[in-house]
């Protein structure tokens, strides 16, 4: 990281990205459910919606949403960096934000994955609740020490600063 940064700073920045991630993207992920809601509702044959119609909800909705909240993901890292005085480019482009919402969610993506496929088989256990608290603080660890330079690399590179390559 440049400049480097202890735990609590990088703590600091991740919640700052955090938050922000979450107010903008959550109400997307709500209107996407509930539109695909409806739409089973409205397909429904019978009392319940036939697993086809479920089925393609979720091939439409899901895809929509996440790259819906790429360029959202990008503006909100970008806030949350200066709000912790951190380098950013003066401005994003909207393809720009979208770069670095992917940059955000495909590392994080990466990093979590394994753990949660490796922690699939304690689910079922009396370890469980231990295993997911175990799987956060990997999830948080990795978002702090893979995910966040990640980030910062890019941004520095999107400004022009000295020190990005």
């Known amino acids: 990281m440049v400049p480097p940064m202890g ?3 990088r703590l600091a920045v991740w919640w700052s990205c955090l938050w922000r991630q979450m107010m903008f993207t959550l109400p997307l992920w709500g209107l996407g459910v509930g539109l695909a809601a409806a739409w089973l509702l409205h ?3 019978g009392r319940y919606p036939s697993l086809a119609s479920l089925l393609m909800a979720v091939i439409v909705v899901v895809p929509v949403c996440y790259i819906a909240c790429l360029p959202l993901v990008g503006y909100t890292v970008r806030r949350g960096f200066i709000a912790q ?3 950013v480019p003066d401005g994003l482009s909207f393809g720009q ?4 919402g992917l940059t955000t969610t495909g590392w994080t993506f990466v990093t979590s994955l394994p753990v949660s496929v490796a ?4 689910h079922g256990t009396r370890y469980a609740f231990a295993c997911r608290v175990l799987e956060f603080v990997i999830d948080v660890a990795a978002a702090l020490y893979v995910v966040l330079p990640r980030q910062a690399r890019r941004l520095r590179l999107l400004s022009g600063k000295p020190g990005s390559r």
Do not use: I, K
Request: net charge positive; glycine share 6%; hydrophobic share 55%.
């Open 7 to 9: 735990l609590g700073r």
């Open 43 to 45: 397909q429904r044959h």
């Open 85 to 87: 005085r951190l380098t």
């Open 97 to 100: 934000a979208a770069m670095v």
């Open 119 to 122: 922690a699939l088989p304690l």
